[in-house]
Structure formats: structure tokens, C-alpha cells
């Protein structure tokens, strides 16, 4: 994690995730859009706001959960489980097709993963 001051938008993200902290308190994206856009003063596109998401959780290590009711804060280790858990299916998800394209082995490509590291 950096310690580098969050930017205008990253701050308005996380000011509005900030009322939805819990699963059962998320908020659907279309609304995190609307509600960021009203604060900020300016469109930014739902694809913005996910790339942002991404950014505040790699490079500030914002605790941020998705699940289908939309974003929320992390704040149980269960959530944070249940999000890693996801995001470790949707990695494989990926390599598995990734294997079927270039028409290599699961167990192969990771293996080839390996050696690329």
C-alpha cells in the first residue's frame, strides 16, 4: 500500500462506501455512480468508478467487497473471505480460459505460469 492521499474521486468513493459497510448494506453500482457523480460534480462512467474500486483495493488496500447487490466496505473476516474467495475463482475461471484458447492443458499453463514468474 502506498501513502500517497487518495485523489478527488478515490475520497468520493470511498466517502459514499463509507455509509455501506457490511454485505447486507451494499449499495448497486448504478447507484454508486450516481451517487459519486452528485458529489464530484462530473459524469464519471460505471467502467471509471470499477476501475477505481480495483485501484483503491490494490493500491490502498481499501477493503471493498462486491457481490450482486453491488459495493461494500469489508468488515468481517467472513466477507473478507467470502470476497478472496471469489476472486480466487474468477483467477481460475480466467486461466481456465486462457487454457481452453490456446488450447493447453490447465495443469500445463500453470506450469508455464510458473516459469514466467
Known sequence: MDNVPL???EA???KVLDNHRGKNEAIKKVDLVAEVNRIEYIE???RDIRATVKHLMESHGVW??????????ITTYPEL??????Y???AISL??????LMKISSPGLLGQTKIKF
Open 64 to 73: 471493498i467487497g462486491s457481490c450482486s447487490k453491488g459495493y461494500y466496505l
Open 7 to 9: 485523489n478527488n474521486l
Open 81 to 86: 473471505h467470502e470476497a478472496c474467495s471469489y
Open 44 to 46: 464519471h462512467h460505471e
Open 88 to 90: 480466487h475463482s474468477y
Open 95 to 100: 486461466l481456465h480460459t486462457e487454457s481452453m
Open 12 to 14: 468520493s468513493i470511498c
